[in-house]
């Protein structure tokens, strides 16, 4: 994956990007925010796509905001110098504390500590770090528990089931609303409720790397049972809403009655009417 | 009947009776077809929305702070809030649609030629108040369509030569649109112009009962000949006719209902001052006036766009009051009116082109495979290429 520097394209790209940077111009261990290509993929083309392939595609400083180092240097050791770090579970700290915090507190923080993993990445990947999905519980715990706690295994499985149908419930009751609104339905405290519900999914999601994940279910289970009561409720809405349908074909059928009731009572008005 | 006789003594009402049937009973002229229901179509209408209107003060609150709040409540907890909001509301379209249409049917019938200009007159007054009583309406939900539609409408009074910005804060209770804006036109709405309503409507009525309905000959034979003796031979006005119109207003009604249910009244999110919302304009009947605003020049032999637009829409409203005086030629064919034929065409076309430039500004329409940005003005911008799905 590492090859030497290839210096016409490094050139190239500095060019492209507006400046020539002179040797020794950068201090040797800063990150200056006006360099806008970082040229760490003139040796490491492979993690910068895979970098750029992943949930973390979209950060403007790919590689230093979790690396450090200097992104402007073309020497291999000035760019791994100053604050270059590995893989360091506060590069990603720096960005999800709440995640960080919950790790460190649970029994993955402590096999960090003893260096028995290597932090998020275990479960996360390196570069190519996949969106946030609950399929990760079902796939990532059989890396290390599938032979010595199956159960652990299970409870993962269960816990991203768990999580798919609560984000099912939730967006259930939102398209319910959605259509309980466009029929003319008040749904602002339905509404309000749900986004609630899911400010406090989100405020959950990072509890569950703790890994105690016992009372995590109960609490989505919880918020789950909230959601699912507001999508009853839009439903409930819906379904009066329809049953309106149904006396618009009778109020039809009255108008109807009454019209020909009416134009028959002229009709024989104007039959027993002597002509003029 | 003992009571029917006990009140009889005390109030002769079997003479009146008697007497409004003896005149009941004159017959209409023989070409009296249903277009000439929509009078009463419009009276329907009308007596629906004091109906309603009365049923939605029991719970509508008129401040700033608790409008929107009750009419949620109202919406979504009171049973069948949400259909007299809705009859309300449609009602309020249908009214002054029905009112245009009646309009242009004695327009065309020549029906405001002497002895009837004063009944024209009040006619058109009635449609004034009629617009009033929509625009007032209007702010009452107290959403952001109401809020900002009212802001946009009250500002035309700024445009008034010489008491422009006085005019505004009358209208307005202040510089902007708030609390006071509310009271007054809710004090508007169910005070002041029913009050103004009642006598108008009340001698528009006296009228047509008193002159009858207009026949198809001129003005001057009418006069000559006579009411009555022109209208030999047509049906007796009740119960014949009222049969007639009952068809017409039932299916009006019905129309009315069913709209009611399908297509119930929304209500927008609360009025914020601080956010406008996106293709802010007012109701359809207002537009072609909001629209002719945008056409005027910057200024001109020194006055400014804004009043010009304010003095533009002034001659329509006269040019309605003083119809009768105008045209003062006896025909009433529209064959042999064909000036005046021409100049009601021209106002309807002048104003439906204009509101369908009012409807089309500032909005996005994909027609024909292509998207379509229309300016300001109601002038397409540029076809922006095919037309892409929604998102």
Redesign the interface.
Known sequence: MRGGPTWGGGLLLAALAGGFPGRGAQDPGSAPASVPVERCLECHAGAARDVASGAHAALENRCTGCHGGNPSSFDERRAHTGKFRAVPLSACAACHEAEAEAFAGGPHGVAFETKAIRGCVECHSFHAVPRPDHALLRSSCRICHETNAPEIVESGRQTADDLDRLESALAAAARALDEA?R????V?REREGLEADRLGLLALLPKQHAMDLEPFRSDVAALRARAESTGARAAALLEETGR??R??WL??A???A??LA??W??RT??AA?PH? | MPLADWLDRRTGWRSLAARARADLSRPVPRHVNALFALGTVAGTFLAVQVATGVLLLFHYRASADAAHGSLEALLSEVPSGWFVRSLHAWGAHLFVATLLLHMARVFVYGGYKRPRELTWILGSVLLLLGLGFAFTGSVLPWDQRAYWATTVGTRMAEAAPLVGEELLRLVRGGEEVGEATLGRMFALHVAVLPLALLPVLGAHLWLVRRLGVSTLEDADVEERVGHARLCEGGEPFFPHHVLQEAFVANLALGLLFLLAILAPAGLGPRADPLETPPGVRPEWYFLPVYQLQKYMPRSLLGIEGNTLGFLASIPPVLLLLALPFLDRSPARAPSRRKGAMALGLLVLGLGGALGVLGYLSNRTVQAFGRTFVFDDRGFPERAAGPATEPR
């Open positions: 609104e029929r003319a339905r008040i602002r309106r349908r006396w618009a109020v039809g009255l108008v109807a009454n019209a009416i134009l009572r002229r008005l104007l009417r003029p």
